[in-house]
């Protein structure tokens, strides 16, 4: 017969922490087997690439074991929190490929039943109202080495605080003239458990409640009890709210019964180089205009991963590489990067988009006569097929595929040099033109009609492939090379200086002259393609009938990479 424990152990192997706890709980038949968890957001902005990764690891864990999970909003600071950030947060999920248990949630969906969990607190002595100031509150508490100094209320008969507690509900008091706060230990060491307040007086228009509220929960009071109200059984979260965690504990021991007990495990956050992710700091940059909004394809938002190119699968499969750690670390932002790169490479068509365009002049190809050439949409897809792509006397190529005086290990265009137009001809530039100011109008070239890619003479050999676009074919496009937001690492640790004085420069590029292949005249917002040796680039939203707009989504290689190790 087998050993159970030796079966756990095994089954355990390979596993994270988390999934570890969750085996073990199911092992113990902990909450019926149930496993049941919840991703709650506050609706005070947009979603970040953080925060995806807690989603996938929620809604992950709960495919994982068949079980359920809940998007609850933790909308109990109406101050900051607006519909756009709820309706962006469940459109970034659905984007994600997530579904959510039954309906959205809200914290706002259990007031009731919080401020009737209070005053049952307050009727057993574990709750008071207090009426001191903010500042002399957070003085009293003191510091974690020294015990903290009780309120002068803090053993006011209970009668008396219910009866401020329901004048506070009915709008009595003014913002800021008194709390209710949980009666826990005032020397501990947390100092989460020193009192903690439970709620403040705040008239202010809710986005759900509208003002039937003028007292709302706080966060340590709100969330631990909506998880118990909704049945969760993992409640996972980021490491700062580790030290919370004793007291979502106590809240529950004046509350729960021994049947069922929500846990909160802590995983570290997640941190990535050459990016900020504080929602505070985001506003920031989107209230300053430093960016063009939430979904600025800069951003590190889902929203604006999404606008630059960035797929939800490649997203996932970041978070799966990454891992779920117990201690905080920085990530290479060039590992998500890859991730996208990774995907697109397998999925992304590849076309050809000249960004800036000099004419190229084929004097011995026929005036007025059009060749279609057949190329492959993607050589790792093999039910990609292919497309035509028309070929003609006068053509664009890259400006910088050119030089005038090129050096021995430049293999592109030069003055008698011969280069092939990718799936076409060989080419040899036999002549060039310049304007007044010297800069480069026009390469007249001859072709070799016997080398054409595929053909009987495509075995011919030279060192340089170029990309190009037939000029009477092109469509016209704009095309915004987007890079990394900031140029140092970590824009966060430096004391002396403001996160902002790190934005790169270069984060931007517009180009308003690029030519297209005309396969991409009916491509719309989101398509994806591979330019070919430029990079991937996705149709943004801004494109109109008449104006493409592109963005670049990555490089084909990280250029940062070589930055790096310098």
Not at 366 to 391: I, K, T, W
Not at 495 to 516: G, Q, R, V
Request: glycine share 6%.
């Amino acid at each position: 017969m087998s050993d159970p424990e030796n079966e756990k152990s095994r089954k355990n192997s390979g596993l994270n922490f988390i999934e570890s706890i969750i085996e073990e709980d199911l092992f113990n038949n902990k909450n019926q087997g149930r496993v049941h968890l919840r991703f709650p957001p506050e609706p005070n902005g947009y979603l970040h690439i953080g925060h995806a990764k807690s989603i996938c690891l929620n809604f992950g864990l709960a495919k994982t074991y068949d079980g359920l999970c809940n998007l609850r909003f933790d909308d109990t600071n109406p101050e900051k929190e607006e519909v756009e950030y709820v309706d962006s947060i469940m459109e970034d999920i659905s984007w994600l490929g997530f579904e959510w248990h039954d309906k959205p949630y809200y914290a706002s969906d259990y007031f009731e039943q919080l401020y009737d969990w209070a005053v049952q607190l307050i009727k057993n002595g574990k709750a008071y109202v207090d009426e001191q100031a903010q500042e002399k509150i957070s003085e009293q508490r003191g510091v974690p080495t020294r015990p903290g100094t009780e309120s002068p209320f803090r053993n006011r008969p209970p009668e008396e605080s219910l009866g401020l507690f329901a004048r506070m509900r009915d709008g009595e008091f003014e913002n800021g003239t008194m709390v209710l706060r949980a009666k826990v230990d005032m020397a501990s060491p947390n100092m989460h458990m020193r009192d903690p307040i439970m709620y403040r007086i705040l008239h202010q228009h809710h986005h759900r409640t509208a003002d039937k509220w003028c007292i709302y929960p706080m966060y340590d009071w709100a969330h631990g009890q909506s998880d118990f109200i909704e049945g969760i059984t993992h409640s996972v979260c980021t490491l700062e709210f580790e030290l919370h965690r004793p007291l979502y504990d106590w809240f529950l021991d004046q509350l729960a019964d021994e049947r069922y007990r929500p846990q909160q495990i802590e995983f570290a956050r997640l941190n990535l180089s050459y990016t900020v992710m504080s929602k505070r700091k985001l506003l920031e940059l989107v209230r300053e205009a430093y960016v063009n909004g939430w979904d600025d394809p800069r951003m590190p938002t889902i929203s604006g991963l999404r606008r630059r190119g960035y797929t939800p699968l490649s997203i996932r499969n970041f978070a799966d590489r990454i891992g779920v750690a117990k201690r905080n670390n920085v990530i290479d932002v060039g590992l998500l990067e890859f991730s996208v790169r990774e995907h697109l490479n397998q999925i992304a068509p590849r076309v050809f988009a000249v960004l800036d365009p000099v004419k190229v002049i084929i004097t011995n190809f026929p005036e007025g006569e059009v060749e279609q050439m057949e190329l492959v949409n993607n050589p790792e897809d093999p039910d990609a097929g292919s497309r035509r792509v028309p070929f003609s006397r006068e053509i664009y190529i890259e400006r910088d595929d050119f030089m005038e005086d090129p050096p021995k290990k430049f293999f592109r265009m030069g003055p008698g040099r011969e280069v092939r137009l990718k799936g076409a001809y060989i080419v040899k530039c036999e002549d060039f033109e310049k304007d007044e100011n010297g800069r480069l109008t026009e390469i007249h070239c001859s072709y070799d009609p016997t080398s054409k890619s595929g053909g009987t003479g495509a075995s011919r050999k030279v060192k340089g492939t170029l990309h190009w676009v037939s000029v009477q074919h092109a469509i016209d496009a704009e095309v915004r090379l987007y890079d990394r937001l900031f140029s140092d690492e970590d824009p966060n640790g430096h004391n002396d200086k403001d996160f902002k004085d790190f934005i790169n420069p270069e984060s931007l590029k517009t180009l308003t002259n690029c030519k297209l292949e005309p396969s991409l005249k009916s491509a719309v917002p989101e398509d994806k393609f591979q330019f070919q040796r430029l990079g991937y680039f996705c149709v943004d939203k801004d494109s109109t009938p008449t104006q493409l707009v592109i963005n670049r989504t990555v490089p084909l290689r990280d250029p940062w990479a070589k930055k790096s190790k310098r």
